[in-house]
Nanobody, 119 residues
């Protein structure tokens, strides 16, 4: 079973930047699409961004558009989330996910990495 591992979270101040990374355990894993989701305390998990590996098409949740950038690594099994201009409301656990289809149903999930933004 392919596992996803996130890294790069931490405690920062408002306005700072962070770069999250996600890598799959199998080098041969080549998903159709990878994405980032987040879950804030007391809230449901929400979509943040996704990238389709074959086309490079990216999709963003509207509140982070222009501040966050999703990109893929040179390997087919890595994805990054560059987060600039962080706000306290961005505080959440950030999860990496992957799917082998064009649907929005993701088959693989990481354990999450905590991002905390202080005001």
């Amino acid at each position: 079973q392919v596992q996803l591992a996130e890294s790069g979270g931490g405690l920062v101040q408002a306005g700072d930047s962070l770069r999250l990374s996600c890598a799959a355990s199998e080098r041969t894993f080549s998903p159709y699409k990878m994405g980032w989701f987040r879950q804030a305390p007391g809230k449901e998990r929400e979509f943040v961004a996704s990238i389709t590996f074959t086309t490079g098409f990216t999709n963003y949740e509207h509140s982070i558009k222009g501040r966050f950038t999703i990109s893929r690594g040179n390997a087919d099994n890595t994805v990054y989330l560059q987060m600039n201009g962080l706000k306290p409301e961005d505080t959440a656990i950030y999860y990496c996910a992957a799917t082998n289809t064009a649907s929005n149903f993701y088959d693989y999930w990481g354990q999450g990495t905590q991002v905390t933004v202080s005001s």
